[in-house]
DNA sequence: AGGATGTCTGGACATTTGTCCAGACTACTC
DNA sequence: GAGTAGTCTGGACAAATGTCCAGACATCCT
């Protein structure tokens, strides 16, 4: 009761946290198929047991490491998001060319595997209910950034296009990821992409 | 040498095609972990040393079901394509409708599992560039439609805007698999972000 | 220092998995 | 109808997997 095993539960939740990353880590590398209980700890430099100390199963383990994953994404959309809207932006090409890039920036940054252990968060969620909402707060953040962004740049109803745009993006990471193209090409693909879409919702909701 | 035991072979090849179908079905369904040797007999209606049979591990028979499932999208698409390019569409706006209308239908069509199937070939293509070939295909194919779609209709640079627009259904596509909305929602929601894309980028490359 | 308490782990267990093959079976030729 | 060649399958095996727990361990209070 009065104790505090202040060093015993640090060490134990590093040791969780590195579990945790170890999981996304060779979710995001070898799928989900051979994120297996030995396999993960064996990354994580622990004992094979210590998966079953910390995780009720296998599945609450991954579940917990996709969630984590995701809550930092979260965290950084809505980081941009937060600054795209209190800086006062004036709705001109320069505003919108440096949220495209921006937004370029923040998607690409990140390890690979990372970024597939997201999409594979996307996978899980369109077969198993429970990770619907792990995926459906992924877009509504990134769907928020783009609101703000076309706001920002002056359109009429942001709302509209920043479903689209979400798209765009997304579907632009998955075949930078499926086809191997650099990091650096996809970024400016993105780039790209962003700032012709940016401008033409513009010109259709205004 | 002489024989020709038709019957045998037309059976087991209706054997085999059955365990692709569940192969496949299995995938899309309960994810590329639940679909072993077992699962996969089982759902076909033979026994379980059928796949062993047929093929020679368990990876070439997921190979070989993702390659046919792709196989049927890249001819759909390439079908849908050579029916653009045979037609000689006037640039208006109804014929950029028509195309996005006959693109949403397409890329909706067939069971949801179907498209989780195929989503998962991207998945391992961003692993195994084994992977990668049959994810360029896809890709491809789909760039050509829409290439074909946007010159088509008039523009000037078909290349351009294609990638993107494949990015943004692939992207619609995955936001509607992952939300868990219904396919009536998705459909109408690709048909509008396919018209008005089309539209703007008519307008920027003109 | 010594006991108490929470933390961790080696090893074991039942299941499940991929793979194999000896032999049963079927269709065909003669 | 008997023989034969190709087709198929039940059952078995080693390996891998998820899970568990008795006991070792470390830390803390008194």
Redo the contacts between chains.
């Keep these: 009761m009065a104790i505090r095993p202040e060093t015993h539960r640090t060490r134990g939740l590093a040791r969780r946290a590195a579990l945790l990353d170890a999981a996304g880590e060779i979710v995001g590398?070898?799928?989900?198929?051979a994120a297996t209980h030995r396999a993960i700890a064996a990354r994580a430099g622990v004992p094979p047991s210590t998966t079953s100390y910390f995780f009720e199963s296998i599945d609450e383990l991954l579940a917990t490491a996709m969630r984590e994953r995701l809550d930092e994404h979260v965290q950084a959309l809505r980081a941009l998001t937060a600054t795209i809207e209190s800086a006062e932006l004036t709705p001109d090409p320069q505003t919108i060319d440096g949220f495209a890039d921006a937004t370029a920036v923040l998607v690409m940054s990140g390890p690979r595997a990372h970024t597939?252990a997201q999409?594979?968060?996307?996978?899980?969620?369109?077969?198993d209910?429970k990770?619907?909402n792990y995926?459906?707060e992924m877009?509504d953040a990134f769907e928020a950034l783009a609101a703000a962004g076309l706001k920002a740049a002056g359109a009429a109803e942001p709302a509209t296009?920043a479903?689209?745009i979400?798209?765009?993006?997304?579907?632009?990471m998955?075949?930078h990821?499926?086809?191997?193209t650099t990091e650096r090409r996809a970024k400016s693909?993105i780039r790209a992409?962003l700032a012709?879409?940016f401008?033409?919702?513009l010109?259709?909701s205004q």
């Excluded at 590398?29 to 198929?33: F, H, L, S, T």
């Excluded at 979400?166 to 632009?172: K, R």
């Excluded at 990821?177 to 191997?180: D, E, S, T, Y």
């Design positions: 590398e070898r799928g989900i198929a597939i999409f594979e968060v996307y996978m899980q969620a369109s077969r209910s990770y619907s995926a459906e877009f296009g479903r689209a979400v798209a765009l993006v997304d579907g632009l998955l075949q990821l499926a086809r191997g693909e992409a012709v879409a401008h033409s919702y010109e259709v």
